[in-house]
């Protein structure tokens, strides 16, 4: 899939990175292979606004190009994956390993993947397999995949990546919970209301509508992104770092999670905003010309998941995302229960611990204090750890950075293992599948909105309690 587009913005920009940092081994060759006929030099002009030097770095820049080879090739055909071997041998010497990147539609996984294995795998080193969401549709997709995908590999040399599971603040769940003695004892039922677990866009389908039509909102971000944080934010301590252990507490605590139905739902479909000064907010998402007339494919949805363990029996926790909404913004935010026997007149609210994925990554902890002055009013304010202001120096690398480094030198983890992702659509497959046959018409909301407002009514019937009165600020900078 090199001539695609997740190669020019995502894999491209990442290898260069890797490699201008010294990260990656020592005589690492790169080849694209794609169905398009291009040469190195043509996949350069079109990463061109991806692939960018700094001033200084663009001696670094022609080295990284010059370990870049190209393969034009089908994928279904096996004298082209002969040809992509025999290059690679050419380049070899000696102990050699090998990485395959599938930035594939998955149409096409099953065929290259047979290929792979036939044709191309190292005869004197490790080989491995990067393999891109979507995993499926549903359950029986997942599993005819995931048995193909078996059949071909060991699960040790299958890596499938949620690049969610790269992100700084996710990585950091483990160390804020199983690091710190304060939250370990009230991170339970006893203490915690509920959680919520947001991803928002403030934009639409930007004319990519018709990819998107295929899978929704849910496919795309729900059952993939928010429930892999969901599963650190409530799995148990496991015995060690190791990445078994790790991946073995994801599961467990997937397997207490009930299968969700349509009552624990709001789904909705953004419309245009007639007064926007904004050419894209004017146009709602059966405005996209790629989009089907008439589809009811849901562009918002929240969910109230429940888990059955002791630690969370009776604790709500919501996912919700969106497209086209009024904010940029991915975060956990744990709210607290009620603090009994009120002293203060109703004044206080909830406490909340809030970890923020993007923009501006931080830990910030809401906690009511009485307000400077003569006065004995409280206020809420919070206790903040922002990435930008505490560690003004930190490159944090992106999450793509972090997921191919971690494949190179065989750490699997923040991928996801199969049967992690078949308790992930036993979750999902009943909801998807009654969406799929009976199309419900979602709630139309406004671009640039908060979404539709029976999603509120969602969110406080599972105990989530929204003021709307408070607003988090960026620190002033140390």
């Known amino acids: 899939g090199a001539s695609g587009d997740l190669a020019r913005k995502k894999i491209y920009p990442t290898l260069w990175a890797l490699f201008r940092d010294n990260l990656l081994p020592k005589d690492t060759k790169i080849f694209g292979y794609a169905r398009s006929k291009f040469t190195v030099q043509q ?77 191309c795998m190292s005869d004197k080193g490790w080989s491995r397999i990067i393999v891109e969401k979507p995993f499926g549709k549903d359950s029986e997709s997942s599993a005819e995949l995931s048995n193909h995908l078996q059949k071909l590999f060991t699960e040790e040399q299958l890596y ?3 690049h969610y599971l790269g992100k700084e ?8 919970r199983f690091g710190n003695m304060i939250f370990g004892p009230t991170w339970n039922r006893d203490s915690i209301a509920s959680v919520i677990i947001s991803f928002k866009e403030p934009f639409g389908t930007q004319g990519r509508g ?42 467990k605590v997937l397997k207490a999670v009930e299968e969700l139905t349509m009552d624990d739902v709001v789904l909705g479909q ?11 907010a004017r146009l709602g998402y059966l405005d996209d010309k790629t989009v089907p007339a008439g589809s009811t494919c849901p562009t918002y949805a929240a969910a109230a998941l429940k888990i059955k363990n002791e630690r969370w029996d009776g604790v709500p926790f919501i996912l919700r995302c969106g497209k086209a909404l009024n904010e940029r913004k991915a975060e956990v935010r744990i709210q607290y229960r009620d603090v009994p026997g009120d002293i203060f007149n109703k004044q206080t609210v909830r406490n909340e611990l809030v970890i923020r994925v993007q923009p501006n990554e931080s830990v910030y902890a809401k906690v009511m204090t009485k307000t400077p002055g003569m006065s004995f009013t409280l206020e809420e304010t919070e206790l903040d750890l922002t990435y930008n202001s505490r560690y003004k120096d930190a490159r944090l690398p992106e999450a793509y950075e972090r997921l191919i480094l971690d494949a190179f030198v065989g750490s699997q983890m923040h991928f996801v293992r199969s049967d992690e992702l078949a308790e992930a659509w036993r979750i999902f497959t009943p909801l998807l599948h009654k969406i799929d046959a009976e199309k419900p018409k979602p709630i139309p909301y406004k671009y640039g909105s908060r979404g539709p407002k029976e999603a509120d009514a969602l969110f406080a019937a599972n105990d989530f309690k929204y003021t709307g009165r408070y607003k988090w600020q960026e620190p002033a900078k140390l």
């Open 160 to 162: 499938r990546i949620d």
């Open 43 to 119: 996949i350069r002009e079109k990463c061109v606004g991806t692939v960018k030097a700094k001033p200084g770095e663009e001696e670094a820049l022609d080295k990284f190009w010059q370990s870049n080879y190209y393969v034009a090739g089908s994928y279904d055909t096996k004298r082209d994956f002969e040809m992509l071997a025999q290059e690679m041998g050419g380049v070899e010497k000696g102990r050699n390993n090998r990485l395959f990147y599938l930035a594939l539609p998955p149409s096409v996984f099953k065929p290259v993947t047979t290929m792979i294995k036939e044709t």
């Open 270 to 280: 953004y419309q245009g905003d007639p007064d926007s000064n904004d050419e894209d």
């Open 210 to 251: 018709g990819y998107f039509d295929e899978f929704g909102i849910i496919r795309d971000v729900m059952q993939n992104h928010l429930l892999q944080i969901l599963c650190l934010t409530a799995m148990e301590k496991p015995v060690t770092t190791s990445p078994d252990h790790i991946r073995d507490e994801k599961v």
């Open 169 to 176: 603040m996710v990585q950091n769940l483990i160390s804020l």
